[in-house]
């Protein structure tokens, strides 16, 4: 069984930055690809971006270049660290399995982007 916690959301400004972490229980954290999602308010939760247990990251075309997504598999935690970051990212965030799994849904965390 793994439970996922993630942090780090808040309030930013447009352009401005946040780093989410998502830290993991159980002890196959590191064969698991991860990803990140977000629900917007009235929209379908999506994927952002996605990482491997090795290899290269994939992006979502709207945050490409903006968002990076690393892990730590000796910490079983992964990041997303986001700049430029726009009103339209304003969501709630959660990290899951890639592909996702229903019962690793954890709370998410909240990114308000605005002025």
């Known amino acids: 069984q793994v439970q996922l916690v993630v942090s780090g959301g808040g309030l930013v400004q447009p352009g401005g930055s946040l780093r989410l972490s998502c830290v993991a229980s159980g002890s196959i954290f590191s064969i698991y690809a991860m990803g990140w999602y977000r629900q917007a308010p009235g929209k379908q939760r999506e994927l952002v971006a996605q990482?491997?247990?090795?290899?290269?990251?994939n992006y979502a075309d709207d945050v490409k270049g903006r968002f990076t997504i690393s892990r730590d598999n000796a910490k079983k935690t992964v990041y997303l660290q986001m700049n430029s970051l726009k009103p339209e990212d304003t969501a709630v965030y959660y990290c899951n399995t890639e592909p996702w799994r229903m019962d690793y849904w954890g709370q998410g965390t909240q990114v308000t982007v605005s002025s």
């Open positions: 990482i491997p247990s090795s290899g290269s990251a």
